[in-house]
């Protein structure tokens, strides 16, 4: 059995499988779970040898082990689930199982079908291959007529099965109406999660030629019940979902264009409030069908445009006020109760149509109707609450209650991790290392395994030799990691697990290293500075652990969560090398780690170190430490040619550091600002801790880096949070920083910088007019979006910044205001309704340079409207 599975025949493996008798298939049964054991025993060599003989394991199980149970229970293993030709492999198990009684292929069929999954793969994967173990379940089904279990996977998988036949030319149409499964799978389409993706798919590839077209024809031949289409689109909007779950429905609704009589309006009406976009859409379209054909009744009028008008969605808010304008005076009462919900709009331009509206319909309205519009109205400004009491009588002005400014309130960073105190839980650490592991407990693991291992390097390597046995692959091919594993000799992580090979294995780690060093000659990475510093440290212990050597202790680990080193303590940790020279990038790092104000009593007890390094730690600290360098930054908008498409507009930030004079050369070079950028933001994570102490230096570092990955869900606003908790001066770089962070892509990466800037602003170190000078020239450059930044602004004046986003505004918007015969720049009315909220909450006043011109534009528009309010604000 074993050497026919090896010769990878499948079809002389069904062949011989056919022979066997009662005993034959007793011991191939018996034999074959430990011999997939064995192989699975070898690794990923054996694993992928497996998945190249998935095949032939399938067929010895299907027709070798002997119950129902036992035969889905290998087909489905994780190992054999995956096969190359599914229909070739169904076929062969169906030939080899066809002597079984009818109730056990029933039995299977059912567990099989049970049992299926719908996979997370891609489109192209999924017509290739279909769901696993589909086109056998499916086989089985119609050979022996059994009821198949309602499995959404399965329903998917016909349904892929279906339009991978379309793509090979067969025709969707045909094979849809000559499909055996269409009459017990297609009530099923409309409920099944997963179909929506499918059927998305298909109707951008196939167009009108695909399954939607086919459903839609066949029901207009009366192959298919145009009720079950109907029925089973209403069953699907009702169930709710979102916009991609709906979509591919809403169109099938739209390509069967039912008649008025089969739009069931109470139920369409009560979607209105919450259903996604693409139903909302649809929905509308219906009801003004049914409105036009005089079907829809004033009662689910009312409903409708009350509904709308409460949506967030400016565009449903519009589509309410439209149709209420071509309204009959006998939906006054109707009409003036959604009206109401739109006088409370903080859009000038809907808010002043509705009072428009509501004046219009007011002499055809109920007096509840009226009440409803006078209540609302109460609220709006002297202006129009005159023209709403003209016509409905007096109005109340309902004077807003005072904004109270929030206290601001910090989070602190989380306490560092115990100290790891024997070789047992610096194992445990090590094994559940990856990469959502947090720089300081990397520390601590990094600190703990050089410790440990000066202390009893064996008992070190024998606690890590089962995760040493897990995780490198054996035997060891240093290749491997080279060439099949990207970045691992630069990303942090790996060059971590890399410290801890080579205290298990120093001489697989040396081969390692030494084929990295040549790959990296070959292919160099330029990156930032601080990112080498980093990855230095870390390589200087792999190299001391493969040399069979140790320190007692690591000089810069860190003693404070923001990643200082407390200057006593680095004493001590020298004094612990006794006289012996440390490891020179950690000292390097050290030095970058102290605080900005240090205790005479460390100057003193550092004179009395002896060594190299001694003296000059003894002299860094009489001299306070690093001295701050000059950071400049400065930022353009600019065009380049293309050939094919026009001119390309970009934005480019340029920063300038200057390192002070007399300080060691790797730290220099921390002090200079170069042109590299680091590519994975998640890695800059670290950059806060290595100079903790100057801010504004590792957020001129951060710059380009956090501008390169301002759509990546990875680091950006997180590294901000860490800066802004650390020390020493703040300026445009930081300012910069903070606003590319808050104009991220994700909300995630823009709370972390709203949380920077609180945390600034509460400890008294948030640069204001610097920040508004980068978000203005941000935005100019086109480096970030207006509506991103003014969100992030909003949250944090609500949280308690307003005074410093007011003196920030007061810089930013100057520049940002139109000039006149300028087009103004989208998003800028919210931005000045942030201003207005800011200025409000602080009580603070300033002139701000363009805004009277703005405020005296013509319109109603939401920035006219906003800088007007502003104007009034800042005067009082």
Known sequence: MASRIEAGDDTEMARFLATLDEDGRRAVAARLPGYLSERLAQGWEGQLWIQNQTEMFRLAGAACLSGAAQVAAWLNRRDLRWVRRPEADAARILALIGDRPATWREDLAVRLVERLRSPSRSASRLLDSGVPGWDLAAGLVLETGAEPPDNDAFTVGWLWRLIGRHGANQGTLDALAVDPLLGRLLPRVFRAAGVAAALTWDLVRNRDQGVVAALVALAEKGRVPRGVLVGGCVERFLAGGGAEEIAPFATLWRRLRPEPEEIPAVEFVRLLPSAAPPLVELVLEELSRLDEAGLLGDESFGEAVEALAFRPEKKYVTAALRWIAGAAPSRADAAEVALAAVLDQDTPALRDRAVRLAVKFAPHASGPALDAVRTAASRLPADLREKIAAVAGVVEADEPPPMTPAALVVNPLPALPATLGSPGELAWEIEALDWRTGQPQFESILAALVELTHRDRDAVSQALRPWCDKRWRRPFDPATYVYGISGFGRNTHALLMRCALAVVAPADSRKL????????????????????????????????????????????????????????????????????????????????????????????????????????????????GLPDPEVIVEMEAAQRPDADSGPDHYGEVFVEITPPAGVPRPVAELCTGSRRILHDAGEALWWPAVMPSHREVVAAHLLETLALGIDDTRGGGHVLAALAHGDGPVGPATASALAIGMGNRHPGQRAAAVDALITLAARGHLPAGDLGRAVAGLADAGLVKLNRITSALDEATTAGAHAQVWRALLTALPPLLPRTGDRPRAGLGELLAVAVKAAALSGERGDVPGLAETAARGGSSRLVQEARRLQRQVSR
């Open 513 to 624: 290293s030494a084929l990295l060093a040549g790959y990296h000659r070959s292919h160099p990475e330029y990156e930032p500075a601080i990112q080498l510093l980093v990855q230095r440290r870390l390589r200087e212990v792999v190299e001391m652990l493969e040399r069979g050597r140790s320190v007692a202790v690591l000089l810069a680990t860190p003693t404070a969560p923001t990643g200082h080193v407390d200057a006593e303590i680095l004493v001590e940790r020298m004094e612990r090398l006794e006289g012996a020279e440390p490891l020179q990038a950690d000292f390097h790092q050290a030095l970058l780690r102290l605080p900005r104000e240090i205790e005479s009593r460390a100057v003193v007890r550092a004179e009395g170190l002896t060594s190299q390094a001694g003296r000059v730690l003894a002299e860094w600290l009489r001299r306070g």
